[in-house]
């Protein structure tokens, strides 16, 4: 059973939450941990603001360092950072500059203090990588606004914090999905083809940046959190990765908050990831 303090108020455990397989048949976080002996990464897929599944992460990431740091390496992976950060995160890791330079000086989520520190913390204290994964956002606005062939203008050095050009196109799977999300009106389908090469921007970039820990560490275990439609269904950033290094095993593990969080629907759930866990959508929510 796990109980982890998402606030001052709030106390998460077992009763907050339903791990499930991909199939909907019931499943544990002790299972997840278990399946990661065999997998090079594991995506942890939330919505941003589910207080649950942000204890939940920091759990899985507790118990896989716990449980594999004395037999290969463990990374920890973010979308939440970008790869223009990653001499400031390491610096930080380091001890080299303060928590308060640190956040000053990475663009950190709203959310940082709350969700994602815990986990970076844990990092620092046993010695770990961390991985500043996503694009620049200032890079991924070029796209949605210009088209891919935009980043080809950039300088070499600012190529260094994207995916290798040209970047991978969407599966036609995962272009469907998008333009289904962004909703069928005119406005919404304004411009959705950029829109979607921005959001693959995204996808690439964080494969590509886990892909170069992987080739660089034989064996380890690189944990990356992100948003669960990257990865849903083993499509996005799972697809691209699968791309950069085509023998990569992959594990999706799927959050996403429900009323009914007890049953699984199978209509809408099955297979949106290898696990998948329903929490108590009447926790407060994560701010912002």
């Known amino acids: 059973m796990m109980s982890a303090a998402v606030s001052a108020q ?21 299972a997840i941990v278990k399946t990661l002996d065999g997998v ?11 207080a649950v599944a942000h204890a939940l992460q920091a759990e899985i990431f507790k118990r896989a360092v716990a449980q594999y740091l004395a037999t290969r390496k463990v990374a920890l992976s973010l979308e939440m950072f970008e790869r223009d950060v990653q001499i400031v995160v390491d610096e930080y890791l380091k001890a080299q500059i303060s928590e308060a330079q640190f956040l000053a000086s990475s663009r950190p989520w709203g959310n940082y203090k709350t969700d994602y520190r815990p986990l970076v913390e844990l990092a620092k204290e046993k010695r770990l990588t961390v991985i500043a994964a996503n694009a620049p956002r200032r890079y991924v606005n070029m796209v949605s606004r210009g088209g891919r062939e935009t980043l080809n203008g950039l300088t070499k050095d600012a190529k260094k ?40 921007l995204w996808d690439a970039t964080m494969a590509n ?65 290898d696990f998948v866990i329903l929490t108590d959508s009447k926790i407060p929510r994560s701010k912002r």
Not at 10 to 30: C, K, L, W
Not at 186 to 194: H, L, R, S, V, W
Request: net charge neutral.
């Open 209 to 273: 940046s886990v892909a170069n820990y992987l080739k660089k560490n034989k064996r380890s275990l690189v944990v990356h959190l992100v948003g669960a439609f990257h990865t849903e269904s083993r499509l996005g950033t799972v697809e691209h990765l699968l791309k950069y290094r085509k023998n990569a095993k992959a594990l999706v593990v799927t959050m996403r908050y429900e009323d009914d969080f007890k049953t699984f629907d199978k209509t809408k759930n099955t297979g949106i990831g």
């Open 40 to 50: 090079d990464v594991v995506f942890l897929g939330e919505q941003h603001d589910d």
């Open 161 to 200: 914090w994207i995916a290798p050009l040209p970047y991978g196109e969407p599966s036609d799977v995962y272009g469907k999905k998008f333009k289904a999300l962004m909703g069928p009106s005119p406005e919404a389908q304004m411009g959705i083809d950029k829109i979607l090469a921005s959001q693959s």
């Open 10 to 30: 709030i106390s998460v455990t077992a009763e907050n939450y339903r791990v499930y397989d991909g199939q909907g048949n019931p499943s544990s976080v002790e």
